[in-house]
């Protein structure tokens, strides 16, 4: 692979602990989320990190493939949800499903885009195969 750029982060503690990045942009404490029987707050954790990672990813390879069939996309939002849960080995295993919100464009062409992006996204491509992704045309 030819790197375009590398991004670089330390956890430390786990999921009760820290999340930092090399340029100090990131600095994060992490918790368990009650649901999942930590004490929760006002703190991010992996799944979160990674919605918000994969949403912002999404959203920017749609705009690509948009340029890139001469289409205008104006004010396009996705929203990511990644679900944890026990697999069948006795660990854990995610899930994702993305609302993508694409305005004033034919739906049949939003769908194809959309199609498209999925082909495109880094996120999309790292995940297809291993974890399940839904994406929905809202």
């Given at each position: 692979?030819?790197?375009l750029y590398t991004a670089q982060a330390t956890a430390t503690g786990g999921r009760e602990g820290k999340v930092s990045t090399t340029d100090?942009?990131?600095d994060l404490r992490t918790e368990?989320?009650?649901e999942m029987g930590g004490k929760g707050g006002a703190y991010t954790n992996p799944e979160q990190l990674f919605a918000a990672g994969y949403a912002a990813c999404f959203d920017s390879a749609l705009n690509h493939v948009?340029?890139?069939q001469k289409v205008k996309l104006q004010d396009t939002e996705v929203t990511a949800r990644v679900s944890i849960g026990p697999n069948d080995a006795g660990g854990f295993m995610l899930g994702v499903t993305l609302?993508?919100?694409i305005p004033n464009i034919d739906r049949e062409?939003?769908?194809k885009l959309l199609e498209t992006a999925h082909q495109v996204c880094p996120y999309s491509?790292?995940?297809r195969g291993n974890i399940e992704v839904q994406i929905t045309l809202i």
């Open positions: 692979m030819k790197t100090g942009v990131l368990i989320p009650k948009a340029r890139s609302q993508v919100s062409l939003a769908q491509n790292a995940t």
